[in-house]
């Protein structure tokens, strides 16, 4: 089959790569426009421009896939199909209708659980043993269209959205390019999602990071998780923002801590929760490098009774 690509993080590149890989022709590339980053907020290219570029693929980076420009490119392209993982921007219905088996999202979780932007963090912050991947036919609605593959994947105990995302995100390239393989022979129904069951995960902001010390160690354990690496956990010390990395839950220290309070010494740090404690891991300091809470502490020499905000 003739595909054209869609997509624009980390996540996407394993599938455009399996894609590249396979029986199939990917005759273009659609990626979001280059974004500012890092210190020097310097603009850079999306991970997926930089590999098909690599690959000798056609890229096209629109700002956006309303305009007729976008349009013209996808008939000059003349794929057989889309595929779509993790593109960054709903595909308006004039675009839907261009390629005859229309557009095929690969998307990392069981839908209908968790549809939207954060799927992967927002199982790990739930608590969820089991998720996965499905690829699905677009259609308007946001991740509402019926399925044609899936596939299962364990949370693991100490599994941040990172770590998982890397798995589903290797898996879910495979059963993208078996999903194709299927489509091409025709042996392939797709079935419509059930109405029980569903969730939402919209994208996380920075702001929906900060930790809340006042709930209960195994919520503030999987919340962290579940925001790392992005958007990146963090809190108040002394007026300024702390990242923090995963922490670990201190079952055993029996003594009372009040939530958000800081209790250090020369090998560890911990926090209170509304249970027990958690023991802090890596921190990074405003305009500083990550480093060992111990570390961190040492320098900062927390007061009795002297804690967290938020």
């Not at 595929?83 to 921007?89: H, S």
């Not at 390019?177 to 392939?188: I, P």
């Not at 809340?212 to 956990?233: E, H, I, L, M």
């Not at 090998?267 to 891991?281: E, M, Q, R």
Request: glycine letters at 10%; charged letters at 20%; one cysteine or more.
């Amino acid at each position: 089959m003739r595909l054209v690509f869609a997509g624009t993080p980390e996540a996407a590149v394993p599938a455009l790569q399996a894609l590249a890989a396979s029986r199939h022709e990917v005759v273009g590339v659609l990626s979001r426009p280059d974004a500012r980053s890092g210190r020097g907020r310097r603009s850079h290219p999306s991970p997926v421009r930089e590999v098909a570029e690599d690959l000798g693929l056609p890229v096209s980076t629109p700002s956006g896939l309303r305009g007729e420009e976008v349009r013209e490119q996808l008939r000059a392209w003349a794929p057989d199909a889309c595929a779509v993982v993790a593109y960054g921007a709903l595909v308006p219905p004039q675009l839907l209708a261009l390629p005859p088996h229309g557009w095929v999202n690969l998307h990392f979780s069981l839908l209908p659980a968790w549809r939207g932007a954060a799927p992967v963090q927002h199982a790990v912050m739930a608590g969820d043993d089991v998720t996965g991947a499905v690829t699905f036919v677009v259609e308007e609605g946001l991740d509402t269209g019926p399925v044609l593959g899936r596939l299962t994947e364990t949370i693991r105990p100490r599994d941040t959205s990172g770590d998982l995302l890397e798995r589903l995100a290797s898996s879910g390239a495979e059963l993208l390019v078996a999903t194709f393989d299927a489509l091409d022979e025709g042996a392939l129904v797709a079935e419509p999602q059930s109405a029980q069951g569903v969730s939402h995960a919209p994208k996380l902001q920075v702001e929906d990071a900060r930790v809340d010390w006042a709930t209960p160690a195994f919520a503030v354990d999987r919340f962290v998780r579940g925001v790392t690496p992005a958007p990146g956990a963090w809190t108040l010390w002394r007026g300024d923002r702390l990242k923090v990395q995963p922490v670990t839950p201190a079952d055993h220290v029996l003594v009372p801590i009040a939530p958000g309070e800081v209790r250090a010494d020369r090998h560890k740090v911990l926090v209170g929760t509304a249970t027990t404690p958690v023991l802090l891991g890596t921190v990074q300091p405003h305009g500083k490098r990550p480093m060992a809470a111990a570390d961190w502490a040492r320098g900062v020499r927390p007061q009795e009774g002297e804690g967290f905000s938020g």
